[in-house]
């Protein structure tokens, strides 16, 4: 079993497994609209230091961040898409924050 924290949580997880699998299974809720196809972004987290290296993001994952990323910072992630393996240690993730629409926003 692999270890991460998630919003202070520990999550176990297995070989092979995504992030937003573990998270599931374990009954910590991350939003999610495509049920990690990896097209619609509400799963994107924040990757703290410290982690052993990611996998790479695919390319549709990297267009997807590059278009959610405007003014974010830090490296962010589709916890869909993290692919995690045996002897990734130190992982820790923030969920982030979706922006909450005013009144005002919802009825124009």
């Known amino acids: 079993m692999l270890e991460l924290v998630v919003d202070g949580v520990a ?3 297995t070989h092979g497994e995504s992030v937003l699998a573990a998270c ?9 609209v495509c049920k990690g196809k990896g097209i619609c972004g509400a799963c994107r987290v924040i990757v703290e230091p410290g982690a ?7 390319p549709n994952e990297t267009r997807l961040l590059a278009y959610l990323a405007r003014g974010a910072t ?11 393996h045996e002897g990734q240690t130190g992982l820790r993730l923030r969920t ?6 005013t009144p005002q926003e919802i009825t124009t």
Do not use: F
Request: a positive charge; glycine letters at 6%; charged letters at 15%.
């Open 24 to 32: 599931q299974r374990a009954g910590l809720t991350l939003q999610t």
């Open 52 to 58: 052993t290296a990611l996998p790479e993001p695919s």
């Open 96 to 101: 982030h924050p979706i922006p909450r629409k």
């Open 11 to 13: 999550v176990s997880a």
């Open 74 to 84: 830090g490296p962010h992630r589709l916890a869909c898409q993290i692919i995690l």
